[in-house]
């Protein structure tokens, strides 16, 4: 797989029907190693490891109702009063990001109201905050650290 912009972590892997399978710290399963699956185990463990949110306030490829429609998103971050901290929409690293993908974490965002987004193919970031009062969001450096 592809090299991305995180730090080295250290997966287990097994192969599966011919294909390989990463395991899952939050799922706690083996999943099909795709790009995007790739991206966003690395995420998962950034946000473990780098930033130090905790393995049980965070929520992986679950299903929720936007206008109507089930979506799925890839990551969300918990706070400790079950609101939502951190929405994060993973992309191939082969995926540009672009406004359509900020228009998709917007559309999610509208049901499920996250302090902060974070958008990554793997190879480039973007983390935001939420100004819900001014109807805005703001381009953050980095997201910020558990509390």
């Known amino acids: ?5 995180f730090q080295p972590y250290t997966f ?3 192969n599966s029907e011919n294909k390989v399978a990463i395991f899952d710290e939050i799922r706690k399963k083996f999943i099909i190693l795709t790009p995007e699956e790739w991206v966003r185990q690395h995420l998962v463990r950034f946000l473990l490891e780098e930033k ?6 965070i929520n992986v490829e679950k299903v929720l109702l936007v206008n109507g429609l089930r979506k799925r998103y890839d990551v ?3 706070n400790t009063d079950g ?3 951190i929405l994060v929409e993973c992309k191939a690293p082969e995926v540009k990001i672009t406004q359509g993908t900020f228009d998709q974490i917007a559309r999610y965002n509208m049901t499920m109201k996250s302090n902060f987004l974070m958008v990554s193919n793997g190879l480039n970031h973007y983390f935001c905050q939420m100004d819900y009062e001014n ?10 650290d558990y509390k």
């Open 135 to 144: 109807e805005k969001y703001e381009f953050l450096p980095q997201l910020p």
């Open 12 to 14: 287990r892997f097994k």
């Open 83 to 85: 609101s939502i901290n």
């Open 1 to 5: 797989m592809q090299k991305l912009n």
């Open 52 to 57: 130090k949110y905790p393995k049980s306030l």
């Open 76 to 78: 969300v971050v918990f």
